[in-house]
């Protein structure tokens, strides 16, 4: 049997924009000898997949994308809507199978990348390491596992990038913004993964997170003239030289994104 629950399966079209552009940029997706991805937990509807792959094809063209539920209901909804979009013999492959956290690949073969987006958050985080756990079983040595959450419309999202191996795990914490009328960063701190979002507390290394972020975004709030996107840069800047390890460069941040090393946010 699946190993999970029946989550409530929302999703809407170019939601998971965010992740995707940031999963396209993976150096094991151009390096990996067998592109295998999976979308594990893609909802009532195949169109977040379908867009997945899509992207994927733009940086890996002969990418192959399985979708998992354990849902039966949404597997067969899943395979009658790419039949109806005409997609049923597309090559490289788009599939919906039957599975769970368990990730049942087929031939012993691993992916090289797992997304799983807004499926964790419906779990006690004491469910957390498990899920991470079996899923990453399923991933190549090489590969990621891509866990997190986002609203509604995919403006705010954040996720937590896990390797396998002895020295795996997680590696860092994402939060990707839309900066036009942001109000304040910490907008995020509602939509963490499970495995932090009951951590947004008084001397918690994730509310400092979120604290400073709306610090140095008030700060900068005079470059605001100059376009959110200056402004973003400069907090990010500011986070930077105030200690936070934060990864990636600039040409991340101009897409609203903050990259955090796991190990500064005080979880195991």
């Given at each position: 049997?699946?190993?999970?629950?029946?989550?409530?399966?929302?999703?809407?079209?170019?939601?998971?924009?965010?992740?995707?552009?940031?999963?396209?940029?993976?150096?094991?997706?151009?390096?990996?000898?067998?592109?295998?991805?999976?979308?594990?937990?893609?909802?009532?509807?195949?169109?977040?997949?379908?867009?997945?792959?899509?992207?994927?094809?733009?940086?890996?063209?002969?990418?192959?994308?399985?979708?998992?539920?354990?849902?039966?209901?949404?597997?067969?909804?899943?395979?009658?809507?790419?039949?109806?979009?005409?997609?049923?013999?597309?090559?490289?492959?788009?599939?919906?199978?039957?599975g769970g956290f368990?990730?049942?690949?087929?031939?012993?073969?691993?992916?090289?990348?797992?997304?799983?987006?807004?499926?964790?958050?419906?779990?006690?985080?004491?469910d957390v390491p498990?899920?991470?756990?079996?899923?990453?079983?399923?991933?190549?040595?090489?590969?990621?596992?891509?866990?997190?959450?986002?609203?509604?419309?995919?403006?705010?999202?954040?996720?937590?990038?896990?390797?396998?191996?002895?020295?795996?795990?997680?590696?860092?914490?994402?939060?990707?913004?839309?900066?036009?009328?942001?109000?304040?960063?910490?907008?995020?701190?509602?939509?963490?993964?499970?495995?932090?979002?009951?951590?947004?507390?008084?001397?918690?290394?994730?509310?400092?997170?979120?604290?400073?972020?709306?610090?140095?975004?008030?700060?900068?709030?005079?470059?605001?003239?100059?376009?959110?996107?200056?402004?973003?840069?400069?907090?990010?800047?500011?986070?930077?030289?105030?200690?936070?390890?934060?990864?990636?460069?600039?040409?991340?941040?101009?897409?609203?994104?903050?990259?955090?090393?796991?190990?500064?946010?005080?979880?195991?």
């Amino acid at each position: 049997m699946p190993v999970g629950n029946i989550t409530r399966g929302t999703t809407n079209p170019n939601r998971l924009r965010r992740v995707d552009r940031w999963i396209s940029a993976l150096p094991v997706l151009r390096h990996t000898d067998d592109p295998l991805v999976v979308d594990l937990g893609f909802g009532a509807s195949a169109v977040t997949t379908v867009e997945f792959r899509e992207r994927l094809l733009r940086v890996r063209p002969d990418v192959e994308v399985v979708g998992f539920e354990i849902d039966p209901a949404r597997v067969e909804s899943a395979r009658a809507d790419v039949r109806r979009w005409g997609m049923a013999d597309a090559h490289p492959p788009i599939s919906f199978e039957l599975g769970g956290f368990e990730t049942p690949l087929p031939r012993a073969r691993r992916a090289c990348v797992i997304r799983a987006f807004n499926v964790l958050r419906q779990y006690d985080e004491a469910d957390v390491p498990s899920a991470w756990g079996s899923m990453l079983a399923a991933v190549q040595p090489d590969g990621v596992l891509v866990e997190g959450t986002c609203d509604e419309i995919g403006r705010v999202s954040t996720w937590i990038a896990l390797t396998p191996g002895s020295a795996g795990g997680p590696q860092s914490l994402t939060i990707s913004l839309r900066l036009d009328q942001l109000e304040a960063p910490s907008i995020a701190a509602e939509r963490l993964p499970k495995a932090l979002i009951h951590h947004n507390v008084a001397g918690d290394p994730v509310n400092k997170l979120m604290t400073d972020l709306d610090r140095w975004w008030a700060v900068h709030s005079a470059l605001s003239a100059f376009g959110a996107t200056q402004r973003w840069l400069a907090t990010v800047e500011s986070m930077k030289a105030n200690g936070w390890p934060v990864l990636a460069g600039r040409t991340r941040w101009r897409l609203g994104e903050v990259t955090i090393a796991w190990d500064a946010l005080g979880r195991a």
